[in-house]
């Protein structure tokens, strides 16, 4: 049972995860039937930026739709340098994730973990300026250092959100980990 002072309706928020037996789409049905009862929210990526994602989106149970540059704006309106300051600090992470890898004899990080980076930051600022408040749920209480949900750590850097808005899917509760090494076996 989550305790806080929120009197709204609590609503689960995907971003734009195909249906898929394991991992967070297998996961977010159960979170929203728990919480929201069975309603989710769902963001994508526009498709001028990536048109397969709003297209593979699992939309099951969605009551509200939004796009990146909808939550995008809502934040630019507030702060009209914000794109360029996540974005430079994603930057930034993107590159020491490349220097731990290479140092662990790995390849970069695909190409791909800016959008999705940005993506996963503009949410849950967004989100948050437009309901007052979130709260964050990981689907594991350690996040690997070269995954994209890694970047929570630059929202945490830049003030989007604070420790207290985060918390994790326990594997005590989960039937199943997320095996990082299957999602990214490089």
Do not use: W
């Not at 049905?29 to 709003?54: F, M, T």
């Not at 004899?105 to 949410?123: C, D, H, I, N, R």
């Not at 994209?148 to 630059?154: G, I, R």
């Amino acid at each position: 049972s989550l305790s806080n002072n929120n009197s709204k309706p609590f609503l689960v928020v995907t971003q734009g995860d195909p249906l898929a037996p394991k991992g967070i789409s297998a996961i977010t049905p159960l979170v929203a039937e728990s919480l929201s009862n069975n309603n989710r929210g769902l963001v994508c990526l526009d498709e001028s930026i990536e048109p397969s994602h709003s297209r593979d989106a699992d939309r099951t149970n969605v009551v509200l739709e939004v796009h990146y540059s909808q939550l995008l704006q809502v934040l630019q309106n507030e702060d009209k340098m914000f794109p360029n300051r996540l974005e430079t600090a994603v930057d930034k992470h993107i590159f020491e994730q490349n220097e731990g890898r290479a140092k662990a004899g790995k390849p970069p990080v695909k190409s791909y973990f800016k959008t999705y980076a940005m993506l996963q930051e503009v949410t849950k600022a967004g989100l948050k300026a437009l309901c007052g408040d979130i709260t964050i749920a990981h689907t594991s209480s350690e996040i690997n250092p070269f995954s994209v949900t890694s970047f929570y750590e630059v929202g945490l850097d830049l003030g989007l959100y604070d420790a207290t808005n985060m918390v994790a899917y326990s594997a005590v509760v989960a039937e199943e980990t997320l095996d990082f090494g299957t999602i990214d076996p490089r």
